[in-house]
């Protein structure tokens, strides 16, 4: 794919600039995460120091139709905030834009955006657009006109945090530093079967923690109790143990869990085997012979990629095991002997409780296409810039 590098000449050019503004806002209208924001500002100050007139587009909630609520009109001020650049702002994303910098209004205002047809695509383009930046990793699996129409239409390139980000995820899982561990925790297996299926294909030991553990060790013949688990997901569960060991990925399971009276803060517990979990009993957490047991396999690692929490991290004590193992992580990155690899879901929040979220090697903001990347599925947005490239 082409960056930023190989964008040169654009004194005075219209570059269109796909971001994802679509950041947290509370009831008073503020923004409570501007990391978004943050990471882009690298490739919008870049595009202007090159002379380029730079018109953003970006999507904020999922509208029907032109809800002001909706809107991203408050957005100026925060980029002017975060950025220190003046961003004027054009109350319609098919209108002309205004000015050297510009932030067009909400482009799922219109429901063609997710069709992704050639004629809606001709109108967001409008004429005026001679270079598409892509820097919105988060929303590469969307097959939207913003997306991947305008990659088709204009000569297409992606920003510095898109190319951050796809650097990161090739060093772990396109051609990682060996052994590669992958963590996975969280509630369910059921909404990670492909990435699960995946992993076991690509890392050479598969820990797993949080509610999905269960399911795992009960097909393996252990009783849960109380404890969240997915009895009709037995099948699927062997299956995965299979498909692990025909790959020669060992998966690795907790041997000790917290086991509570119930799912609420300060719950009375015990630590417990997974093997002997009593009558009337929810495992909550991994216990500490686990939390010991996979620092371990992280002494013996170079590269993790983690998604999902060990327990339930958002009730003490029961973030425990979360906490230390991002905690220990985190050490060995900045010693410089693990590059750890972490995102979608609540990972992010997990790891902002941990306190470690600034000292992984690389955290992605990515919900849904760091999930659909984990699984390995081809993302539309970066096959329409790959086809760019070969047009080329
Ligand atoms: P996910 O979105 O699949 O990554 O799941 C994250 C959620 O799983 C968090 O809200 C955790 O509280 C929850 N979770 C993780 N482990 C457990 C567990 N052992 N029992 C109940 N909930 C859990």
Known sequence: MKTLDDLN?????????????????????????????DRVKDTVLELKDKGARIAIFSYLGRPKGKDPKYSLSFMPSVLKDRWGIDVEFVDDCLKKPVGDICLMENVRFYEEEG??????????AGGHGDIFVNDAFSVAHRNHCSIVGLAHALPAYIGRSMQAELEALESALGDPDRPVAAIVGGAKISTKLDVLNNLVEKVDILILGGGMANTFLYAMGAELRNSLCEKDMKDKALAIFEKAEEAGCAIMLPSDGKAATGFSAGADYDTVSMTAVPNDRMVL??????????????DQCKTVIWNGPMGAFEIEPFDEGTVKIAQYAADKVKLGDLKVIAGGGDTVSALAHAGVVNDMTYVSTAGGAFLEWMEGKDLPALQALEMMDEDN
Do not use: F, M, W, Y
């Open 285 to 298: 957490d991994i216990g500490d012979q686990s939390i010991q047991s996979i620092c371990a396999i992280l």
């Open 9 to 37: 000449d654009i004194e005075g050019k219209l570059v269109l600039l796909r971001l994802d503004l679509n950041v947290p806002v509370n009831d008073e209208g503020q923004v409570t995460d501007t990391t978004r924001i």
């Open 115 to 124: 069709a992704c047809t050639p004629e809606h695509t001709a109108k967001l």
